[in-house]
């Protein structure tokens, strides 16, 4: 069973999601032969403020 986790910078709406679920789930399955229902994918949203690039917050860019 693959388990994907995926971190996303806040603001992709709901919509957006789950168009990419969708799509990652298809591509798992197509690459590993494996059937949807055993993939789980976990979806974090974090703040701006919760993530740096070279020691400046992206809140700060």
Do not use: A, F, H
């Not at 990652?24 to 976990?42: D, L, N, S």
Request: negative net charge.
């Amino acid at each position: 069973m693959p388990i994907v986790e995926i971190y996303l910078l806040e603001g992709r709406s709901e919509e957006q999601k789950r168009n990419l679920v969708k799509e990652v789930t298809e591509v798992i399955c197509r690459t590993i032969q494996t059937e949807p229902e055993q993939v789980r994918i976990i979806l974090s949203d974090m703040k701006k403020s919760d993530y740096s690039i070279g020691g400046v917050l992206i809140s700060d860019k």
